[in-house]
T-cell receptor, first 115, second 114 residues
Framework: GESVGLHLPTLSVQEGDNSIINCAYS??????FIWYKQESGKGPQFIID?????DKRQGQRVTVLLNKTVKHLSLQIAATQPGDSAVYFC??????????????FGQGTTLQVKP | EADIYQTPRYLVIGTGKKITLECSQT?????MYWYQQDPGMELHLIHY???????EKGDLSSESTVSRIRTEHFPLTLESARPSHTSQYLC?????????????FGPGTRLTVL
């Protein structure tokens, strides 16, 4: 079946360092990927997205990389701050989902930022 | 900040009670979704809607029901709550725009059934 998974359940980094959160997906036909950030007690918040015809996309302090050959997605956060502490989810829209917009979520990585 | 709202934020009720979780969005999005999420775990889709009078079951079986009488409103109802329904329920909406179909989430309702 389809699944989207993250390599590590928890990532601990020092404030100011760069963070890299990884995600592996199984559906090679997926054409749209999103990273969400979820803080405690809140709903997921959109961070950045990328389509399958792209390898890289940059936002403010964040970069998403897509490697379709190995079906791997990563989120890079530059100069990690305490406010970045949260659970990060990758999600995909499989190509077969048509116009439904249905997302498949991975399990999430908890990012802990040490002062 | 997404304009999608959920009430109540927290609900503790006894077994057998009927409850309705409210979700409203002011973005005019056609598509709306309900997810169930256990603490620290991934989100599972339980219901979605393409638009008014459209409702579909999601990937995770749920005893809840939904309705979509107005574009902005997508309530979820449990006729008889049980402890196994204890979870966080997240509502989201989206609209296909310029090649993306990003879902925006509400703050969630944390439901505890005693």
């Amino acid at each position: 079946g389809e699944s989207v998974g993250l390599h590590l359940p928890t990532l601990s980094v020092q404030e100011g360092d760069n963070s890299i959160i990884n995600c592996a997906y199984s559906n090679s036909a997926s054409d749209y990927f999103i990273w969400y950030k979820q803080e405690s007690g809140k709903g997921p918040q959109f961070i950045i997205d990328i389509r399958s015809n792209m390898d890289k996309r940059q936002g403010q302090r964040v970069t998403v990389l897509l490697n379709k050959t190995v079906k791997h997605l990563s989120l890079q956060i530059a100069a990690t701050q305490p406010g970045d502490s949260a659970v990060y989810f990758c999600a995909e829209i499989p190509a077969r989902s048509g116009n439904t917009g249905k997302l498949i979520f991975g399990q999430g990585t908890t990012l802990q930022v040490k002062p | 900040e997404a304009d999608i709202y959920q009430t109540p934020r927290y609900l503790v009720i006894g077994t057998g009670k009927k409850i309705t979780l409210e979700c409203s969005q002011t973005m005019g999005h056609d598509k709306m979704y309900w997810y169930q999420q256990d603490p620290g775990m991934e989100l599972h889709l339980i219901h979605y809607s393409y638009g008014v009078n459209s409702t579909e079951k999601g990937d995770l079986s749920s005893e809840s029901t939904v309705s979509r009488i107005r574009t902005e409103h997508f309530p979820l109802t449990l006729e008889s709550a049980r402890p196994s329904h204890t979870s966080q329920y997240l509502c989201a909406s989206s609209e296909y725009n310029r090649g993306s179909d990003t879902q925006y989430f509400g703050p969630g309702t944390r439901l505890t059934v005693l």
